[in-house]
């Protein structure tokens, strides 16, 4: 069975959900009663299913406390409610749940929405991974066939990049990266461009982390999948940086963009800087 974050600011209502969940032989991990406090709590216990009521109490209501669980933690949502208008259909769609429930509602009903989306979700990240080994596949292949030879210096590698990565890099990013950042729940474009950047190199397994100083932001590769073969081919730590570069110019962001570290220089990982400020 399932282990399930209740989200539900009326005690007495958390109380009986949490009785049903039970009874069906789920695992409460937990019952809060504000968006600040799922989040912290998705973060502890990470449950495999949030049951979200949308109307909460406080600053942040269910709704925006879904979509940074979902954007944090990647774990699916069924919203609760007792309000179904248009309005807050069209907000709650944004947020991607699996599964949207008016309350009251029968224990079948519920853990029928229950199973279904755990079972959706795991699809999901199965098709997900499948996706990763290929396109960490495709991604290899394609710097050890384009590299001239084994012996070029670093001018033969860039002026590759101006060629044939950068078309490559523009054909398969640039419409993805335009149409994230066009419905992107970010407010600031800085932020928005972030999360992009995050999230294109979760797919090759690299563990993005950024840095702020008072001028600058500093992003770096923590953990390259390749990182021997970069320590030898300068093909893919400066195919990584000219996804940066490109992806930069096309955010429309001011400043200016450098590489840092290589692991082809013999770094131990990669880090760029976006003068932004």
Known sequence: ?????????????????????????????????????????????????????????????????????????NIPII??????????????????????IVKPFKSSELNANIEMAIYRHRSAMREMELMRKRIISDFYNFILNAMPSPDADRDEIRELLSGIFRDRIISELKPGFESYMEESPYEDTLEAYLAWVADVFEN???????????????????????????????????????????SWDWSGLPGDFRALDHIADGSERCLFRFSVK
């Open 204 to 246: 090759f397994t690299i563990r993005v982390g950024f840095l702020e100083d008072d001028e600058n932001v500093y992003v770096e590769f923590e953990n390259c999948p390749w990182i021997d073969d970069a320590g030898k081919n300068p093909g893919f730590c400066l195919n990584c940086e000219a996804i940066l570069k490109l």
């Open 79 to 100: 919203y609760l409610t007792a309000y179904a208008d248009e309005e807050m259909l069209a907000r709650a769609k944004i947020t991607e749940p699996y599964g949207y």
């Open 1 to 73: 069975m399932a282990k399930i974050l209740v989200v539900e600011d009326e005690a007495i209502v958390a109380m009986g959900i949490r009785h049903k969940l039970e009874t069906m032989g789920h695992e409460v991990v937990d019952t809060v009663s504000t968006g600040r406090d799922a989040i912290r709590a998705s973060k502890i216990h990470e449950p495999d299913l949030v049951l979200m009521d949308i109307v909460l109490k406080g600053e942040m209501d269910g709704i925006e406390a879904a979509r940074e669980i979902r954007d944090r933690f």
